[in-house]
């Protein structure tokens, strides 16, 4: 018996006109006890229940399932678009990564946030972000970040990012939204809203590929692997927005309130901590073997 096989006779459990009876007349049951014989089709969805609930985490189907459904809803929306940490591992082939520096790899496995049910009916956080360089009186390029959650909000943040770390927009707005994510409870749901699109893709569209590719040739990729982990350990909803032409007056104000901050943080004389550390067990080793590429792992084989 496959896995796919339990899977479909257990997701029987699930369907409302199944009840736990030997004599259960679902569709399913009656099929099961007509074509194959089985006298108790109930019991049977239960066994591989019971099978299913000794699997670790990564190998539930049931639980791929789920997190498939809900990227799938989750995804959609008006004011952007929601985090959704990259799918679960569902066969052995995706398990088996090269570059994985063996020493550095934890004993648990990566473990993924789920999100909880509300259990309140609070409005979601909404902060502007942005992120800029500006060149100094000695001709340097100087990285800001700006964080704005509102009107003499003491959330609000202008900073220089350290010299550190890498100098440019693209790093600076992802510390940005890191120092957004640190404000706030990981149970709050929060609108992240930038002017570029940068933080959406990087965390929407090629979050999956880099984590695949072991974030092998990924400039910053420190910054990056800090936001994502902090995204994935939230149990709240995290909508990651854009300020466009489009956009209502309110909501372009606020990005310009973002801007300010950021030329006042480039204009800034001392630099600011950044907590950049990521729990190893947040952070996926090494690339996948079945994805790996010529270039990629020629890149792999340069960075060792």
């Known amino acids: 018996l496959s896995v796919q096989d339990g899977w479909a006779i257990w997701r029987r459990l699930r369907d409302a006109s199944h009840i736990a009876s030997k004599t259960c007349a679902c569709l399913t049951c009656t099929d099961d006890r007509r074509m194959l014989g089985c006298e108790n089709p109930h019991s049977c969805a ?43 591992i569902k066969t052995l082939t995706e398990g088996f990564r090269v570059f994985t520096k063996h020493s550095a790899v934890p004993e648990q496995e990566v473990c993924h946030a789920r999100r909880e049910p509300p259990t309140h009916d609070l409005l979601p956080i909404k902060v502007w ?50 120092l957004a994510l640190l404000e706030v409870g990981p149970m709050a749901d929060i609108e992240i809203t930038s002017s570029r699109h940068f933080i959406q893709k990087a965390m929407t569209q090629q979050l999956a590929k880099w984590e695949d590719n072991g974030w092998i040739s990924v400039p910053d990729r420190l910054p990056l692997q800090v936001l994502a982990a902090e995204l994935k350990q939230r149990t709240g909803k995290t909508t990651l927005g854009i300020t466009d032409e489009e956009s209502d007056s309110t909501a372009k104000a606020a990005a310009e309130k973002a801007s300010r901050l950021v030329r006042e ?24 073997l079945s994805t790996l590429t010529q270039a990629v792992m020629y890149a792999g084989i340069k960075e060792l």
């Open 265 to 288: 943080g480039c204009r800034n004389q001392s630099e600011v901590e950044i907590p950049l550390q990521v729990a190893p067990e947040m952070v996926l080793r090494g690339a996948k």
């Open 46 to 88: 239960k066994a591989v229940e019971t099978r299913f609930n000794s699997f670790l985490p990564k190998w539930d189907p049931r639980l791929a399932t789920s997190a498939d459904d809900e990227e799938g809803k989750e995804n959609r929306g008006d004011s952007g678009v929601s985090f959704v940490g990259p799918k679960r």
């Open 129 to 178: 972000i942005s992120g800029a360089t500006k060149r100094n009186n000695e001709g340097v390029d100087r990285a800001g970040a700006g964080v704005w959650f509102g009107q003499a909000d003491p959330r609000n943040q202008s900073i220089l990012i350290p010299t550190t770390t890498g100098q440019t927009v693209s790093n600076s707005e992802t510390i940005a939204a890191i």
